[in-house]
Structures are given as structure tokens and as C-alpha cells.
């Protein structure tokens, strides 16, 4: 084998036992996840953190932020049904969080639909999230800090177009970007990797990139030294799931209950054989 062949192997075998080993820690140590998302995520989003392991609360009440927040693992924050009543409580809770040595996630949905949305998430921005999760669309327009052409909470990029903004973006905020799409693109701000897991019909379901953004909160929970390691790891696990999935589904609602299965019952075997991470 070419020596760069013999290394692509040996780096591929190393992410592989990574992301093992950190959804087998997140099955031990069951961290407890914080959502305050929108209300056609919530469902799939406790779900897929219940397959995988991990413990999820919708505790979103500004009144139990300060009681609550303190005990939580890591926190997920997540736009898609904004109003003004809930932005207080993001606020909140992000600043409690961080108070707390605690990580929190921001999924910025539909970043580029409106005024109120762009300055919500820009301001959300600011307060020092260890990881962005968006898709391509989402991430431009939280880079350029402008209204993009919109499709509303879905992508009309593609991941790759969003490579220089999710650079730009991780090095403006200090926060790891990651951006979601046929290949899943995740940036520091100088290393990029890609995620080449998943299937085309996960974008058929609605919330599956909300529900992989509190999956990247229960993964960062276990490791939160590794932000980027570790939300690589959430992305790739959860595209095995829609890949095995996707063997046994007739459409979207069907992929939708056997991706959940899949994250339940991953093993070892076919984590090694389906990982697919390359340095971009
Ligand atoms: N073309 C594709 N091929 C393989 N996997 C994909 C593809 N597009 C998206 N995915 C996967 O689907 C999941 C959701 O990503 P997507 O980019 O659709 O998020 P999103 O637009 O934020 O979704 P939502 O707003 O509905 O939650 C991710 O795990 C991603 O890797
Ligand atoms: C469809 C939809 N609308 C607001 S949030 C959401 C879920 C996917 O982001
Ligand atoms: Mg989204």
C-alpha cells in the first residue's frame, strides 16, 4: 500500500475508535442535555438523544433557568420557531451555562430568513458557543451577517459553497462550525474535516439536523476538551444510523423510526466498517 493510503487507513481507524469510544461513554455516563428548541424538533431532538444514550430535558421557562441550567451536562439551543418572548431565556440560559463551565450548542435555523432572526443569532453568537450547527445556508448568512436568498429552514447551498464562511465564522466566534450536507463540513478555523456519512433522505424528515445538533451536545458533554473531535463524531454516528437506516426504509417515515433504531443498536463492527472522515 502507498504510504499516504497506509496513513488515510491508519487516521480513518483512528476516528473510528474515537467516535466508539465516545458513544460508548455517552451510554455510561448518560450526560443530561438542556433543549430549548422549536416545537417541531422537539420530539425527534429527545429521541434521538434518548437512542443514543444520553438524557434530554425541554426545559425552556426563563423562571427555571436559574435552578436548572447549573445541573446540566451541556445545553442545546436551537432558533426554529423564534419569538420575542423566548429569545430572554436563550440569553439566559447560555449565560448560565457558560457561568457553570457547561457547554452549549447553537443551532442557528433559518439564520438569513429575517432581521429579528440574523440579530437573534448574532447576538446568541456572541455569547460563546462551543459549536455552530447549521446547514449551508444558515452558516453564510451567520458569516456574512446578512439576509441570504432563502429557502426558509432549508439549505439552497450546498455544504461545501459555506467552506470559507464556516472558517471565517469559527475564527470570528472562537467556536468550532460545522455544516451540514452530503458531506458534513467541520472547521476550527485553520483544520477542516468532512463527514462523507449519511443519505439524501434524511433531508426528507424534517428536524433531523436539529436532532444531530443536540446529538453533537451530548457528544461535546463527554468530551468537551475535543469540541471538534467530538461533534465529528456526533455527525458521522448519526449518518451510519441514516445509512443502516435507510437498508431497511421505504421512505421518510419510515428512515425517521429506523435511524432511531440504528443509533440504538450501533456496535463497534459497524462503526469501523462505515466511518468515513477526511481532512479537507
Ligand atoms: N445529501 C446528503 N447526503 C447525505 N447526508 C445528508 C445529505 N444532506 C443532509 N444530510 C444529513 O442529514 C442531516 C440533516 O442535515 P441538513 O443539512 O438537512 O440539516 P438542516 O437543514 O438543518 O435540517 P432541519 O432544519 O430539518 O433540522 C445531517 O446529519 C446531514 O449530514
Ligand atoms: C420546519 C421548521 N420550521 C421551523 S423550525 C423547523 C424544523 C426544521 O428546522
Ligand atoms: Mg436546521
Redesign the pocket.
Same mark, same amino acid.
Given at each position: 500500500m502507498e504510504p499516504s493510503n497506509l496513513n488515510k487507513e491508519q487516521d480513518q481507524n483512528s476516528w473510528a475508535l474515537n467516535a466508539w469510544t465516545l458513544l460508548s461513554k455517552l451510554r455510561d455516563q448518560s450526560p443530561l442535555i438542556q433543549c430549548i428548541t422549536n416545537f417541531v424538533?422537539m420530539d425527534l431532538m429527545a429521541n434521538t438523544l434518548l437512542s443514543a444514550g444520553a438524557s434530554p430535558a425541554m426545559i425552556h421557562s426563563i423562571e427555571e433557568i436559574q435552578d436548572f441550567t447549573p445541573h446540566i451536562h451541556a445545553l442545546c439551543i436551537n432558533v @426554529?420557531t423564534l419569538s420575542p418572548a423566548w429569545l430572554p431565556a436563550m440569553r439566559e440560559a447560555a449565560l448560565v451555562a457558560d457561568k457553570a463551565g457547561k457547554p452549549w450548542i447553537l443551532?442557528p435555523?433559518?439564520a438569513g430568513a429575517s432581521r429579528f432572526r440574523l440579530k437573534a443569532c448574532l447576538e446568541l453568537v456572541g455569547l460563546k458557543p462551543s459549536v455552530i450547527? @447549521?446547514?449551508?445556508s444558515?452558516i453564510i448568512a451567520l458569516s456574512k451577517a446578512s439576509l441570504g436568498a432563502t429557502k426558509g429552514?432549508? %439549505?439552497s447551498h450546498e %455544504?461545501m459553497d459555506a467552506m470559507e464562511a464556516a472558517k471565517s465564522l469559527a475564527q470570528s466566534s472562537g467556536a468550532i462550525v460545522a455544516v451540514?450536507?452530503?458531506v458534513?463540513i467541520i472547521t476550527d478555523g485553520h483544520r477542516v474535516v468532512g &463527514?462523507h456519512? @449519511?443519505? %439524501?433522505m434524511?433531508?426528507k424528515?424534517?428536524?433531523? @439536523?436539529?436532532? &444531530?445538533?443536540a446529538l453533537i451536545a451530548a457528544f461535546v458533554a463527554v468530551d468537551p476538551l475535543h469540541a471538534l473531535e467530538a461533534t465529528a463524531s456526533a455527525?458521522s454516528i448519526?449518518?451510519i444510523a441514516?445509512e443502516m437506516g435507510m437498508d431497511m426504509a421505504k421512505g421518510p417515515a419510515s428512515l425517521r423510526m429506523h435511524l432511531i433504531d440504528s443509533l440504538y443498536n450501533l456496535d463497534q463492527a459497524a462503526v469501523s466498517s462505515r466511518l468515513k472522515v477526511s481532512s479537507l
Open positions: 424538533s @426554529g443551532d435555523v433559518a450547527r @447549521g446547514n449551508g444558515e429552514v432549508d %439549505s %455544504s451540514s450536507g452530503a458534513d &463527514v456519512n @449519511g443519505v %439524501s434524511m433531508q424528515i424534517t428536524a433531523t @439536523g436539529c436532532a &444531530v445538533t455527525l448519526f449518518g441514516g
